[in-house]
């Protein structure tokens, strides 16, 4: 069975980084599929942020792309988002998901932008 | 980017009800849709994929139709299971939006 959990910080300063890592078990991150990252703010929608394939192609929301990087370390059979120049605006549930029609999906994590 | 538009915002029904929830997309997708169920608190959970293809585990009284930029999201029977927030998302070319999401509540 494919699970997928987030980690990182909960609480992220203005204008640092937020760094996150999904850890999959169940499946080896390098054999196939596309590994991706979406958020939502807490009471509203889902936002795509970034995918990863499995060779390393990457994809990014236009809106986010300027200040996203998305990176796979199959050594670890781990995947990982780093979001630049946080804002308010940027707390949300972050969550990671397997392929484009995200099939299995990690918990979520809550990370809190504030001082 | 592609736009998705969901409707209605929120809906309204009762246990045994028909429902049909629609999305549009700003332009072609071909059948590039899936649609999500959430839950409070939870992660979306996929129901269906390439637009009418049911994900393993959920019920058949789930079913989507639709191509190119226009589909629904139909439940056949409403279960006290199904009251939650759903959601559209198109996956075609590099790119991937969601709809805004539409609330089913309890009439």
């Known amino acids: 069975q494919v699970q997928l959990r987030e980690s990182g910080p909960g609480l992220v300063r203005p204008s640092e980084t937020l760094s996150l890592t999904c850890t999959v078990s169940?499946?080896?991150?390098?054999?196939?599929?596309?590994w991706g990252w979406i958020r939502q703010p807490p009471g509203k929608g889902l936002e795509w942020i970034a995918s990863?394939?499995?060779?390393?192609?990457?994809s990014y929301n236009p809106s986010l792309k300027s200040r996203v990087t998305i990176s796979l370390d199959t050594s670890k059979n781990e995947f990982s988002l780093r979001l630049t120049s946080v804002t308010a605006a940027d707390t949300a549930f972050y969550y990671c998901?397997?392929?484009?029609?995200?099939?299995?999906w990690g918990q979520g994590t809550l990370v809190t932008v504030s001082s | 980017d592609i736009q998705m538009t969901q409707s209605p915002s929120t809906l309204s029904a009762s246990v045994g009800d028909r429902v049909t929830i629609t999305c549009r997309a700003s332009q072609s997708i071909s059948s590039w849709l899936a649609w999500y169920q959430q839950k409070p608190g939870k992660a979306p959970n996929l129901l269906i994929y390439k637009a009418s293809n049911l994900e393993s585990g959920v019920p058949s009284r789930f079913s989507g139709s639709g191509s190119g930029t226009e589909f629904t999201l139909t439940i056949s029977s409403l279960q006290p299971d199904d009251f939650a927030t759903y959601y559209c998302q198109q996956y075609s070319g590099d790119s991937i939006t969601f709809g805004q999401g539409t609330r089913l509540d309890i009439k």
């Open positions: 169940g499946y080896s991150i390098g054999s196939g599929y596309y």
């Open positions: 998901a397997r392929a484009k029609a995200f099939d299995v």
């Open positions: 990863i394939f499995h060779s390393g192609i990457t």
